[in-house]
């Protein structure tokens, strides 16, 4: 099965800072990662589909992009209201389908 | 709008089972295929199974294979869990997704449930 991994884990950076989140997979999977938010207490939301589009709705401060194998999601002016966990999730075949270990965004 | 509500969660012992329940409004749930996803405290996420639109097609994680099945019933709208031989590592919340593909599974989640907590514990 595809591993997805990314990085960092956690990163804390201060209002109106671009932050990059990095995911990628252990195998190529084209561009079939979706991203998702999950603020704390709340359900996770789709940010991302297809590596790069936005979901209806997302700020456009949330950009992706990536092919293959290594993925990024940027938020180019990080605001109070994005302080949440980060999941990827790749889709390239049938399931089973994997997401990344998510990467926690603190204010500092 | 899409709404999903999930129910049946609670405290079960080790080895007892649980169904899961989940209503769907605001789209055409016939037309979609639909996930579990669950969420271990404090950790992250993990795909569980998913059911194509018309029932034909289910897939499982390997680790709640032949312990679990995804059902549906598109007459009432709603998506079931069925969970047998549950163990201490099954506690998690388990939200139930819409696939974002319509007739065929795209395989993302484009719509969540708020989810229903399952423990198991003795």
């Known amino acids: 099965d595809i591993q997805m991994t990314q990085s960092p884990s956690s990163l804390s950076a201060s209002v109106g800072d671009r932050v990059t989140i990095t995911c990628r997979a252990s195998q190529g999977i084209s561009n079939y990662l979706a991203w998702y938010q999950q603020k704390p207490g709340k359900v996770p939301k789709l940010l991302i589909y297809?590596?790069?589009t936005l979901q209806s709705g997302v700020p456009s401060r949330f950009s992706g992009s990536g092919s293959g194998t290594d993925f990024t999601l940027t938020i180019s002016s990080l605001q109070p209201e994005d302080v949440a966990t980060y999941y990827c999730q790749k889709y390239n075949s049938a399931p089973p389908l994997t997401f990344g270990g998510g990467t926690k965004v603190e204010i500092k | 709008q899409v709404q999903l509500v999930e129910s049946g969660g609670g405290v079960v012992q080790p080895g007892g089972s649980l169904r899961l329940s989940c209503a769907a409004s605001?789209?055409?749930?016939?037309?979609?295929?639909m996930h579990w996803v669950r969420q271990a405290p404090g950790k992250g996420l993990e795909w569980v199974a998913f059911?194509?639109?018309?029932?034909?097609?289910?897939y499982y994680a390997d680790s709640v294979k032949g312990r679990f099945t995804i059902s549906r019933d598109n007459s009432k709208n709603t998506l079931y869990l069925q969970m047998n031989s549950l163990r201490a590592e099954d506690t998690a919340v388990y939200y139930c997704?819409?696939?974002?593909?319509?007739?065929?599974?795209?395989?993302?989640?484009?719509?969540w449930g708020q989810g229903t907590l399952v423990t198991v514990s003795s």
């Open positions: 605001g789209f055409t749930f016939s037309s979609y295929g």
């Open positions: 997704a819409k696939d974002e593909g319509q007739w065929r599974g795209v395989y993302y989640f484009d719509y």
């Open positions: 059911i194509r639109y018309d029932g034909s097609n289910k």
């Open positions: 297809a590596a790069s």
